[in-house]
């Protein structure tokens, strides 16, 4: 799904978070310009992306352990 910055919505979302990370202050623009719904989003998006991979690495783990 595109943004309507022609960016794919999880390519924002990734740059959104790592800005919020580095306290850029383009975030803080978009949160008092009442883009809240912006930065939620890329952080859950960011977020759930996250802990799908940390679950498959979890599951490798124990699968190796296994054996």
Partial sequence: MKTHYGVPEWKQGEEIVLDLMQGEE????????????????????????LLIRLSKEQDKEHESKGD
């Fill in 26 to 49: 383009i975030v803080l623009d978009l949160m008092q310009q009442g883009l809240w719904d912006i930065v939620i989003r890329a952080i859950l998006l960011i977020g759930v992306r």
